[in-house]
């Protein structure tokens, strides 16, 4: 085990190595996982039926939203501006229509195709639900009605969102994003020993002696992929051990993913750095590579986003299926779920891995 354990002490002590694999990695996520995801529903309440029950119904929306002060002629301009994201109108006569059990209608404003709107109607539909339940057990009497809904009040549940869900699985899919990005590039700093090895003839010295192309080769790769596997491992362990980042059932499924995705950045380092003149030449190639990869992966933003053309040709990038397959796991899947994604990176390392040796077969020769 001479080249790995050598190949090894190359990388470990190689200080720019390390703060690509690791540090630089690292302070990255960190960086734009801190950043707040959250901008905190700007609700606008408007009660023009002014009873006691649209009070109550007010100081309930108050409890559990941010609430800015728009008036009813003002409603427009404040979504607009963003002064407010959802406008609520509890409108003339709407208790008296409720108490007579007519289903009477809030009236909503928001700026059309958003989802901000989705919370609020979840707690005023809840609340009237139970309004008027209350209403037709007093029998639509407003006196009973009143004496109800005080019992109501004093024993609802209100309701807890779970925003931060959502929150938590877009800075996981980020911090995930730029893992593979990062893993991209360590694919070359660590296969780019071969191009290096290449470059001041050492590779030729080996070959001289009694020593295999398969034994040089097989020790290297394995080398690689160890180095690879303890950057999934650290990383994601600090990530989820050190900031509680999500990553879905179980961290564990999260790692097994990108072990599959390391054995891929290996294999295509090895082309890369097999067919690369010197290593200046494999690192500025990847550097190249990366960013059309981890885009069209959907590293940085959903797939979706983009034209179906990208979309089909992101379909053929091993990046596409990583980030499949995280997406995946953040929703609850486990590995069961994710066995696609496996099997096609595995396909793409097999491919990878067959183009990247055939040539330095041909150099033992």
């Known amino acids: 085990m001479t080249f790995f354990k050598t190949n090894m002490q190359r990388i470990l002590t190689s200080k720019v190595r390390m703060l690509i694999i690791l540090v630089v990695p690292l302070l990255f996520i960190l960086i734009f996982t801190s950043l707040d995801y959250e901008k905190p529903l700007q609700l606008a309440v408007i009660d023009a ?3 006691p029950f649209t009070r109550e119904l007010a100081q309930s929306l108050e409890e559990n939203f941010r609430i800015v002060d728009v008036a009813e002629d003002e409603i427009v301009p404040a979504l607009i501006e963003g002064e407010a994201d959802y406008v609520v109108v509890l409108p003339d006569g709407f208790t008296q229509e409720l ?21 609020v109607e979840a707690f005023i539909n809840s609340y009237l639900d139970g309004a008027n339940d209350v209403a037709e057990t007093a029998n639509y009497n407003e006196a009973l ?34 893992l593979v990005q990062f893993m991209l590039y360590m694919s070359v700093m660590t296969t780019g020993i071969i191009a290096e090895d290449r470059q001041n003839k050492t590779i030729f010295r080996i070959f001289s002696g009694p020593v295999s192309m398969k034994r040089y080769m097989a020790e ?8 690879a596997a303890l950057q999934v491992i650290a990383i994601i362990g600090l990530l989820h051990f050190g900031v509680n ?3 879905g059932n179980s961290v564990l499924n999260m790692i097994v993913l990108f072990l599959f995705f390391a054995v891929v950045t290996v294999a295509l380092g090895m082309i890369i750095s097999n067919y690369a003149k ?20 959907g590293s940085y933003w959903p797939r979706d986003y983009m034209p179906d053309i990208l979309v089909s040709i992101g379909n053929f990038l091993p990046t596409s299926w990583v980030m499949s397959g995280v997406q995946k796991l953040l929703y609850g899947g486990d590995l069961s779920s994710i066995t696609q994604e496996l099997m096609i990176l595995t396909a793409f390392a097999g491919v990878f891995f067959l183009v990247g040796t055939m040539r330095r077969a041909d150099v033992a020769k």
């Open 145 to 178: 009605f009143y004496q109800g809904m005080k019992v109501f009040s004093e024993g609802q549940l209100f309701m807890s969102f779970t925003v931060n869900d959502d929150i938590s699985r877009n800075k996981s899919t980020t911090a995930m994003g730029f």
């Open 99 to 119: 108490v007579r059990g007519e289903s009477p209608q809030v009236e909503g404003y928001s700026i059309s195709g958003t989802n901000m709107a989705l919370p």
């Open 220 to 227: 290297s790769l394995l080398s690689f992929m160890m180095i």
């Open 245 to 247: 980042l999500y990553f």
């Open 278 to 297: 010197t290593p200046v030449h494999a690192y500025v190639t990847i550097l190249l590579l990366t960013t059309p990869l981890v885009m069209l992966g």
């Open 49 to 51: 039926d002014q009873t």
